[in-house]
């Protein structure tokens, strides 16, 4: 049986290809260099078993969205994602478990370019937790608190097929393949976020829900907002299901999306088109901002459904 620091020799200290990183795993901490003219950008977040995903839910699929969903925290930012530690808290030491993991989590890291730079384990309830770093030229980072009276609202991709996917799990019925890659395998904007920078006047990535995560926009830009239903991207799966349901909850407030909403001066809509084109990524207006400090949601008669963590 291997010990702490065997499984983490093991299973999580790479060759590191990032020059600008000294010292990664097997120290007391990392140590990197960040150019003069750049600020560090942090996030952490953890994925519960049970909260987060099921107890059947596959390794390699858990690896991934770990690492997914803080990229998409450093994208909404308009940074470029560096380096990351990881905290692996583990009811056994399961080694076929552990490989598996080992191996998506570090496939995703050499295809997001993002280095494993050290973290901790411990025995417990399955929980991961990544703290991500990244960097962004100084004053250019995309904060929520930016928008202003009169810009668009932007949304990235499309809404509703994670949450179509985990209602359908949750009632027993097989989601499609497509629906369920957006719920364990979605893709950060890690391309999009910095070429918002000198576009975007606030972004956010779409965690918990667009009403909620936009309405944290309004919150801290001290504004308030129209939005369309109908304009909302929606997949082929999810506008059929909204056909005999009506449910516009269900991508208005459903969660896991992990695409970028951000707002924008009227004069970025040709840029922002051309983002589009160049990037092959869909980007869609679903609304303006205004001063009445309140989000409306034309279409849509229903109580907030996002996820609340407590």
Not at 253 to 258: A, S, T, V
């Amino acid at each position: 049986m291997m010990n702490e620091f065997e499984l983490i020799n093991h299973y999580f200290n790479w060759p590191l290809s990032d020059p600008s990183i000294e010292l990664g795993v097997g120290d007391d901490a990392a140590l990197f260099e960040i150019d003069a003219d750049c600020q560090l950008v942090t996030s952490t977040d953890t994925l519960s078993e049970g909260v987060h995903f099921f107890k059947d839910a596959l390794p390699g699929d858990i690896a991934y969205k770990s690492l997914a969903v803080n990229l998409s925290d450093i994208a909404a930012m308009g940074a470029k994602a560096k380096c990351f530690t990881l905290s692996l808290t583990l009811p056994k030491l399961d080694e076929i478990w552990l490989k598996e993991f080992s191996e998506s989590l570090k496939e995703a890291s050499e295809f997001f370019k993002v280095s494993l730079i050290g973290g901790d384990t411990t025995k417990g309830p399955l929980n991961i937790t990544i703290t991500i770093m990244g960097v962004v030229k100084k004053s250019k980072a995309i904060k929520r608190s930016g928008a202003k009276n009169g810009d668009d609202i932007y949304v990235s991709g499309n809404l509703g097929d994670a949450a179509l996917c985990l209602k359908k799990m949750n009632e027993g019925i097989k989601p499609n393949s497509s629906e369920l890659n957006k719920l364990n395998q979605p893709a950060p904007r890690v391309k999009l976020g910095p070429s918002l920078i000198n576009i975007a006047s606030s972004c956010i990535d779409v965690s918990d829900g667009l009403e909620q995560d936009l309405t944290h926009i309004l919150r801290a830009s001290k504004v308030g907002a129209i939005i369309d239903s109908q304009s909302l991207p929606l997949s082929d799966s999810v506008k059929d299901y909204l056909k005999t349901s009506q449910d516009l909850g269900l991508p208005l407030c459903g969660g896991d999306d992990y695409e970028l909403c951000f707002t924008s001066d009227q004069s970025h809509q040709m840029e922002i088109k051309k983002l589009s084109e160049s990037l092959n990524i869909r980007i869609t207006k679903i609304g303006v901002i205004n001063n009445s400090q309140t989000l409306e949601i034309r279409g849509y008669e229903g109580s907030s459904k996002s996820y609340q963590h407590f």
